[in-house]
């Protein structure tokens, strides 16, 4: 389980948080809006109505210990960047930040950022699978609860054969396919062995491959 704070609980935010929660996540959600926090508060692990430009109100909610923090401000460039900037300067190691063009993500970049997400390109959902597993690579969502997932194999798996692994029984997914370096394996069989820097193509429930890929 991974702790993360979500910046601007707009539509974007509030499904990336939301998301993380549903993957078994702890989530502190931050917004100026009294009526976006109440919204959320009975989803989120802690939800809170502040003014992220304020450093010292990021301080008194420790967001330099959390795994990530996302800057999901929309509207507010000078806030998105300013609040990019407090948390590069408290230290903050992963920092997501919402961009509006190409432009605000070079300067958000420079400024600190350690990814940059274009919501028009990225959907909160996507976003909240990829940064809480680093082995994520691409998602695709099928219902509230059930995903198409490619990540890199961890390393639990290497070395081992789909029958051994028994993924199915033991975390109730299933491995579409399997991606080597000069290949594609469909619909493998139980005798498929699973290398280094195989690329797993997955299907099942979200909190099961969230499980399976650490």
Known sequence: MGSYAVIGLGRFGASVATTLVSLGHEVLGLDKSEKKVHELADVLTHAAAADAKDEEVLKTFGVRNFDAVVVAIGQDVEANILTTVMLSDMGVKNIIAKAKTELHGKVLERVGATRIVFPEKDMGVKVANSISSERILDYIELSDHHSIVEFLAPNKFIGKTLGKLNLRAKYGISILAIRKEDDIVVAPGAED??????????????????????
């Open 193 to 214: 062995l699973i290398e280094e820097n195989d690329l797993l193509v997955v299907l099942g429930d979200n909190k099961a491959i969230d499980k399976s890929t650490r």
